[in-house]
């Protein structure tokens, strides 16, 4: 199980990478579609620019829950069961963020990009807790099946 929480932390990491990049893409998709002089987008080339970046926002949210499930069986310990519980706290907060963002940019839209560099930092650390640990041999390996005399 400890493999399993040492690759999901990796995993975690890497789509939230992932997802600081797709905002930008959507950023600089909606820019070029106002190439022209006087030219506007309307809700629906926003969303060609900004859909993949909301629906893989789901898919990292529950990344994120199973990643605390995961470290939960894995019996990781309170300190690191912590952290856990601040990164999935700041997962279910980014959502709302950008919920309530679209309505009142100030102080929500703003904080919505801040929020995402405090899960990048908080997901790395672990992945790179989880690294050191691991490139250190200081995790137990997986327990070898008893058998039975």
């Not at 990478?17 to 006087?38: N, P, R």
């Not at 250190?136 to 390996?141: E, F, H, I, L, S």
């Amino acid at each position: 199980m400890r493999t399993l929480y040492w690759a999901w932390s990796m995993i975690l990491f890497a789509m939230v990478i992932v997802q600081i990049g797709l905002a930008g893409y959507g950023a600089f998709y909606s820019a070029s579609k106002l190439e022209d002089e006087g030219s506007t987008i309307d809700e629906d080339v926003f969303f060609d620019g900004f859909g993949f970046h909301a629906l893989f926002g789901y898919l990292v949210i529950l990344a994120g829950l199973i990643f605390m499930v995961i470290g939960l069986i894995a019996g990781i310990g309170r300190w690191r069961l912590g952290r856990h519980g601040l990164l999935f706290l700041l997962l279910f907060l980014q959502f709302w963020l950008a919920i309530i963002g679209f309505g009142l940019p100030f102080p929500f839209g703003f904080l919505h990009p801040i929020n995402a560099v405090l899960i990048a930092g908080i997901s790395g650390w672990v992945a790179w807790d989880e690294w050191q640990l691991r490139k250190a041999g200081d995790v137990a390996t997986e327990p070898a099946p008893a058998t039975s005399a």
